[in-house]
C-alpha cells in the first residue's frame, strides 16, 4: 500500500496547479472552503450531463437521481456512523439547515425554558438559537477561557441547568481551532433532559465524527468544506424528527428538506465521501477502523492518518509562528496539545491589520483570510473586533510542510517590516 502522499493526492486537485507571479498558489483558505479533487468535478458535471431530472419520476434520468438522493444519503451516513441513511438530510447549508431545525424545537418551548449557547461557536450555531428568545426562552451564554481559548467548564456547569432544553455546541472552533469535549457536552445535556445539537461543520475535514459515540441528537455539517460542492447535511434522530413539527408544504413527504434538492451537488457529495474512503483503502490495516470493514472502515483509516499528518504541519506551524517576533497565536498554542485542537491557527502581529498581512500574503499567492468568520462573539471576547479579527491559517491535508516554511518565511518578513 502506498501510504499517506500528499503530494500524490494532491494531483488530484485542479486548483492546487494554480500559480500567483510566477510560484505555486498556497491555498490556506480551507476554512473557508476546501478545494475539490477532480471525481467530484466530475460527478456533478456527469450528473447535470447525462441524469439531470427532478426525482419520483417514471423514465430513466429521474430514477438515476432517486438512486444518486439514496447514495448520498448512505454516503453521509458512513462518514457520521448513522444509525439509519434515512436519518440524514440535506439542504442549501448548515446555516438554513440550523434555522429551520431551530424553529421547529422552538415550537415546542415553554416561557422560562433555557437554550445553551457558546462564546466559540460560529454564529450560524448562535443566532438561530438566540432568536428563540421572543418565543420566551431564556439563552445562557458559556464563556471562554481566553488565554487558550477553550470553553469554561464552570461556566459550562452553570449553564446546564434543570430548565435546559437545548444544548448547541460547536466540535471545533472555525476561528481558533479549539476541539470541544463534544461527548461529555452530549452527556450533560441528556443528564437534564435536554437535547444536543453539534455544528461539526469546521471539524469534518479534519477528524472522524461518530454520531452515536457522542450521543448527540442531532449534527450538522457542509460538504464544501471537506473536499465536496455547496451542500449542507443535518442528521437527526428519527425520534426526536418525528416528535417535532413540520413546516413544510402540504404534499412533501419530507419533514426537513423544503423543495427540490441540489441533485447534481448530491453527486458531488457521494464522490467527495469516495475521495476520503479511498484514502483509508491505501492505508495500512487498523489505525482505529472499525471491524465491519466496508466504506466506514476505510473513513477510519483515512482520517487516522489525515489527522497525523496536519498534526505535523500544525506543529510545524505553531513553533515557527512562536520565533516570529510580534505575531501572537489565538487559541491553544501548546505543541503538546494538539489532539485538542484542529490546524486552523489565527494570528495577530503588531503594527499590521489582519487585513494588511492577509493582502501582502495574497499577493505572493499565499491564501489565508481575515477577520471573524462569523465567529463575531469570539473575536469580540478577545478584544479584536474593532482591530480587524486576525488572520486564519488553515491547513487541510493537502498542504504540505514546504508551504507550512514559506508562509512562515513570509510573515517573517511582513513582522520585520512592520
Same mark, same amino acid.
Given at each position: 500500500?502506498p501510504?499517506?502522499?500528499p503530494?500524490r493526492?494532491r494531483?488530484?486537485?485542479?486548483?492546487?496547479?494554480?500559480?500567483?507571479?510566477?510560484?505555486?498558489a498556497v491555498?490556506?483558505?480551507g476554512p473557508?472552503?476546501?478545494q475539490?479533487p477532480?471525481?467530484?468535478?466530475?460527478a456533478?458535471?456527469?450528473?447535470?450531463r447525462a441524469?439531470n431530472a427532478n426525482?419520483g419520476?417514471?423514465f430513466?434520468t429521474?430514477?438515476n437521481?432517486?438512486r444518486?438522493?439514496e447514495e448520498?444519503?448512505?454516503?453521509?451516513?458512513d $462518514?457520521?456512523?448513522a444509525?439509519?441513511?434515512?436519518?440524514v438530510?440535506?439542504g442549501?447549508?448548515m446555516?438554513q439547515l440550523?434555522f429551520g431545525?431551530?424553529?421547529?424545537?422552538?415550537?415546542t418551548?415553554?416561557?422560562?425554558?433555557?437554550?445553551v449557547v457558546t462564546?466559540?461557536?460560529h454564529?450560524a450555531?448562535v443566532?438561530?438559537?438566540?432568536a428563540l428568545?421572543?418565543?420566551?426562552a431564556v439563552?445562557?451564554?458559556?464563556?471562554?477561557?481566553?488565554?487558550?481559548?477553550?470553553?469554561?467548564p464552570d461556566?459550562?456547569?452553570r449553564?446546564?441547568?434543570?430548565r435546559?432544553r437545548?444544548v448547541?455546541?460547536?466540535?471545533?472552533s472555525?476561528?481558533?481551532?479549539t476541539i470541544n469535549d463534544?461527548?461529555a457536552?452530549?452527556?450533560?445535556a441528556r443528564a437534564?433532559?435536554?437535547l444536543?445539537?453539534?455544528?461539526a461543520?469546521?471539524?469534518?475535514p479534519?477528524?472522524?465524527i461518530?454520531?452515536q459515540?457522542?450521543?448527540?441528537?442531532?449534527?450538522?455539517?457542509s460538504?464544501?468544506?471537506?473536499f465536496?460542492?455547496?451542500?449542507?447535511?443535518l442528521?437527526?434522530r428519527?425520534?426526536?424528527?418525528?416528535s417535532?413539527?413540520?413546516y413544510?408544504?402540504?404534499?412533501?413527504?419530507?419533514?426537513?428538506?423544503?423543495?427540490?434538492?441540489n441533485h447534481?451537488?448530491?453527486?458531488g457529495?457521494?464522490?467527495?465521501?469516495d475521495?476520503?474512503?479511498a484514502?483509508g483503502?491505501?492505508?495500512?490495516?487498523?489505525?482505529g477502523?472499525?471491524?465491519?470493514?466496508?466504506?466506514?472502515?476505510?473513513l477510519a483509516?483515512?482520517?487516522?492518518?489525515?489527522?497525523?499528518?496536519?498534526?505535523a504541519l500544525a506543529?510545524?506551524l505553531l513553533?515557527?509562528?512562536a520565533a516570529?517576533?510580534?505575531?501572537?497565536?489565538?487559541?491553544?498554542r501548546?505543541?503538546?496539545?494538539?489532539a485538542?485542537r484542529?490546524?486552523t491557527v489565527a494570528?495577530t502581529?503588531a503594527?499590521r491589520?489582519?487585513r494588511?498581512?492577509a493582502?501582502?500574503?495574497?499577493?505572493e499567492?499565499?491564501?489565508?483570510?481575515?477577520?471573524d468568520f462569523?465567529?463575531?462573539a $469570539?473575536?469580540e471576547r478577545?478584544?479584536l473586533?474593532?482591530?480587524?479579527?486576525?488572520?486564519r491559517?488553515?491547513?487541510?491535508?493537502?498542504?504540505?510542510?514546504?508551504?507550512?516554511d514559506?508562509?512562515l518565511?513570509?510573515?517573517?518578513?511582513i513582522?520585520?517590516?512592520a
Amino acid at each position: 500500500m502506498p501510504g499517506f502522499d500528499p503530494e500524490r493526492l494532491r494531483t488530484q486537485f485542479p486548483a492546487l496547479a494554480m500559480s500567483v507571479a510566477g510560484r505555486p498558489a498556497v491555498f490556506l483558505d480551507g476554512p473557508g472552503g476546501t478545494q475539490v479533487p477532480q471525481r467530484v468535478i466530475d460527478a456533478v458535471a456527469g450528473h447535470l450531463r447525462a441524469h439531470n431530472a427532478n426525482s419520483g419520476g417514471a423514465f430513466a434520468t429521474s430514477r438515476n437521481t432517486d438512486r444518486v438522493i439514496e447514495e448520498a444519503r448512505a454516503a453521509l451516513a458512513d $462518514l457520521l456512523h448513522a444509525p439509519s441513511p434515512s436519518e440524514v438530510k440535506f439542504g442549501a447549508n448548515m446555516t438554513q439547515l440550523t434555522f429551520g431545525f431551530s424553529r421547529a424545537v422552538g415550537a415546542t418551548l415553554e416561557p422560562g425554558d433555557e437554550v445553551v449557547v457558546t462564546t466559540l461557536d460560529h454564529e450560524a450555531n448562535v443566532s438561530p438559537w438566540t432568536a428563540l428568545a421572543e418565543r420566551g426562552a431564556v439563552i445562557r451564554t458559556v464563556d471562554i477561557r481566553p488565554e487558550d481559548c477553550t470553553l469554561d467548564p464552570d461556566d459550562l456547569d452553570r449553564a446546564i441547568g434543570p430548565r435546559a432544553r437545548v444544548v448547541a455546541v460547536g466540535y471545533a472552533s472555525n476561528a481558533v481551532g479549539t476541539i470541544n469535549d463534544v461527548a461529555a457536552i452530549c452527556a450533560r445535556a441528556r443528564a437534564v433532559g435536554a437535547l444536543s445539537y453539534v455544528d461539526a461543520v469546521h471539524y469534518a475535514p479534519h477528524g472522524l465524527i461518530d454520531v452515536q459515540r457522542l450521543g448527540c441528537d442531532a449534527l450538522v455539517c457542509s460538504t464544501y468544506k471537506f473536499f465536496g460542492p455547496h451542500l449542507g447535511a443535518l442528521w437527526v434522530r428519527d425520534a426526536l424528527l418525528q416528535s417535532l413539527p413540520a413546516y413544510k408544504v402540504r404534499p412533501a413527504e419530507d419533514r426537513v428538506e423544503l423543495g427540490t434538492l441540489n441533485h447534481e451537488g448530491l453527486a458531488g457529495a457521494v464522490a467527495a465521501v469516495d475521495y476520503l474512503a479511498a484514502i483509508g483503502c491505501e492505508q495500512p490495516e487498523g489505525s482505529g477502523a472499525p471491524p465491519d470493514g466496508g466504506r466506514r472502515a476505510a473513513l477510519a483509516r483515512a482520517m487516522a492518518a489525515i489527522a497525523a499528518h496536519e498534526a505535523a504541519l500544525a506543529r510545524r506551524l505553531l513553533e515557527g509562528l512562536a520565533a516570529i517576533p510580534g505575531v501572537r497565536v489565538h487559541g491553544i498554542r501548546d505543541v503538546g496539545r494538539l489532539a485538542q485542537r484542529v490546524p486552523t491557527v489565527a494570528v495577530t502581529m503588531a503594527g499590521r491589520s489582519p487585513r494588511e498581512v492577509a493582502e501582502t500574503l495574497g499577493a505572493e499567492g499565499i491564501f489565508v483570510w481575515d477577520g471573524d468568520f462569523y465567529a463575531q462573539a $469570539l473575536i469580540e471576547r478577545l478584544g479584536l473586533g474593532a482591530s480587524g479579527g486576525v488572520v486564519r491559517l488553515g491547513l487541510v491535508h493537502y498542504n504540505t510542510q514546504a508551504e507550512v516554511d514559506r508562509t512562515l518565511v513570509a510573515l517573517e518578513r511582513i513582522a520585520a517590516q512592520a
